[in-house]
């Protein structure tokens, strides 16, 4: 990302994108996903469903367990100025992981890198953040200036805040609201983690991928108590939207995503607070080459 001119007003950051190519590179959990998502998904793609709604930037997220995809997105940024930045991979229970991000910065386009995330949400054990050499490499992302995606379900907050808590020099950042069961109707045991984990300053939440939670046939009415809760925890300096493109179709599609998000907001938020939500935080917390 090399342009570091003002978003303009009412443009948009997309704080949570996904791209991949199966032809590429091997994304297994593919074979048990809805049929939509079973393609390749490229930044052209992306481009022509999110400009009608002017998305001037986003942050593309790691799908792949999986060094050689990092460098690919790396790669892919330095020739998109679409793209602020990387969240990448890398094994965070290694004791290499401050030479694995040195490798992925010395890469073309490695200083798109902003972050780094592990599909934790796919650990079975639910204590995983909490492990003694998964805190040592939480702390050599920090040391390295990274922010940290907290991808997790409601059983694994606990976890996510003893490292929060275990790290406090880091920056962390909570994936799709750490995904409540809102299919279920459930607030409960999530709404109270997500109180305890905002109480932690260094930790952000990003507004993203709640109609999938949601399932089939969700309602802004079913979505509305979870973004309430995340507003009065978070507040709007804490929270940024995200679509979770493609991985949201199954669901919704972009301008559904979009218009949930804006519906959703508007009657609790001034038009200040909500530039903050649709650009601000995300380029505050991973320190992006952009003003807004």
Sequence with gaps: MTRTAPLPPGALLDGHVHLWDPGRRRHDWLAQAPQVLRRRYDLEDYAAVSAPHGVQAALVVQALADEGESEDLLGLAERADLIAGVVGWVELASPGVDEAIGALRRRPGGAALVGIRHLVQSEPDPGFLARPEVVRGLRAVAAAGLVYDLLVRPPQL?????????????????DHGGKPAIADAQLEPWASLIGELSARPHVVCKLSGLASEAGQGWTPGRI????????????????CFGSDWPVCLPEAGYDQVVGLARSLLEPHTSAAERRQIFAGTAVRTYRLALEV
């Design 224 to 239: 509305a108590p979870y973004v309430e809760r995340l507003l009065e925890t978070f507040g709007p300096q804490r929270l």
């Design 158 to 174: 606990p976890a996510a805040l003893a490292a929060v808590d275990a790290v406090e020099d880091g920056r962390f950042v909570l």
